[in-house]
Each structure stands twice: as structure tokens, then as C-alpha cells.
């Protein structure tokens, strides 16, 4: 019961970094005939969308890192959005092998639906894994021979570019998200992930990413094992290029330590392309093109 609390008290105040500066800075009805307020004017610096908006990318990853985990070795991963007054809706593919061996490939898209607007983006993210059909929204175990659909709702919530910190929480509401109890009946886990992060722009148009991720109770970041867990503390380091008004190039490196399974293996972190789920440190190179 005290883990519970204790569990709940770290997601209330989670919650209470991304969400009360949202409601409480002041917006438009803030500024001043003159200007913005000295008050106002470190977050609300948010654009309103005005019209019709595009965006494509392509990426090359030497490893497919996700949220701390390992999801894959050398993968190409294109992305395309369009978008309209805050309403957008997005498509981005994952090509490549499972790891760095060749031996099998595992390819991914992810359709996401959103709105975003005033730093706060709401977005429904379906992932699928082409090992069972499109739109399977049964929950299967954890490794079953099927579960590479999932359902996700998402929020994230961004103080201002002036103070780039990014609040996120994401939770699996559908499909494939389970582990099978001591009664052999598959038991949806709703597996949760919540992230603080913040990037400080250099000059030479270079920025710096870093994050911390937990997840807040018995779900997938942790392969189903344990309560609560410290999942992804990372540090990501980018260059960006101009290649023309709306075009450029980045080229980026990020390690990554997954401390729940660094803590589970009670050793040192240990590099195991072979067996991804039990990777407790990650790294990555990628470089990648842009228009927008």
C-alpha cells in the first residue's frame, strides 16, 4: 500500500509540472497594448496555426530506439503529416532489421491523429507490426503470435520555445498490451509512460536533448515484471544544416540507459544486440533529411 501511494504521489506531480503552468501562465488576454507583459512573454510565444501545413522526412538510424528501449537494429524511417488549424494526422514507417545480426526484419508504421494547439498536443497513436492484421484491437500476451498492433492515447504539453521543457504521458488503451496471471487469463496491463525532457538550442544551430522516463506501474517498459520503474534516462546531441527555405539536413548521436533492467540484471550495463529485451544500455548515430 505504501509503494501504491508513493507511486501516486511522483504521477500527481508529474501531472502537476505539465498541466497547472498551461493553465495558469497568461495567454493573448495577457498583453499589454503596448506589447506582451514581462510576465507573459517567457511562455506564451505559441503561434496560432493558420492554414494548410505539410511536412516530410527521411531518417537513417544505425539502431531503433524508442522510449529506452531497443526496438531494432539499421532501420530507414520516412514520415509524412499534414495538418490544418491544429488538426493534423500523421504516417511514419520503420524498415530494417530486428538487430544488428540480419537475420530477420521487422517492419512498422505508426498513424497518428492529433491536435495541437497553445503548446499542448493530444494525439491517438496506432502502432502496427505486420505479425497479425491491421485494426486487431484484442488484447494478446506479451509474445504471443500476435501482438504487434497497440493503442495509444498521448499527451504532451511544452512550456514555451523560450523554456523548452516537455512534459509527455502516453498510455496503451487498446490492442495487444497483456501478461497472463497465475489463473492463466490475460490481464490488460494499460502500459503507461511518462517523460520529462528539455533541449537547449547552441549556437552553430546545435541543441542538446535530455530526458527522463518512467513508467508507473507493471507494463511493457519493464517486459510485465515489477511496479513502478526509472525506464529511459537519455542524452541526445543534433546538428542541423539549411539546405534552402524549407529543407535541411540533421545529423545526431544519443546514449541511452534503460535503468530498470541495468537494476534487474545487478551486474554492469552490458551490450546485447542478440537479445534486445534485455538491453540495459543503447546508443545511436542517425543522420536524415527534412521538408516543411
Known sequence: MKNSVHTWRKVITLICV???????CPHASARTQGGSSSASEWFDDYRKPVGFTYGLSANLQANYLWRGLYAGGLSFQPDANVGYGGLYADMWWSIGATDWTFKTFQPEVDLTIGFARWGLNVYVLYIHNFDCGFFDFRNYPSGGSCAGNRLELDFKYTLSSKIPLTVTWATRVAASDGYVNTSGDTIRAYSSYAEISYTQHLPFDLSVSAAVGITPWRSMYTHYQGGFAVCNVSLDLRKDWSLGKHCGMMIHGMVALHPSALAADHSTAKWQPGNSGL????????????WR
Open 279 to 290: 538491453q540495459s544500455v543503447n546508443a545511436n548515430i542517425g543522420m536524415g533529411v527534412y
Open 18 to 24: 505539465g498541466v497547472i503552468p498551461f493553465l495558469i
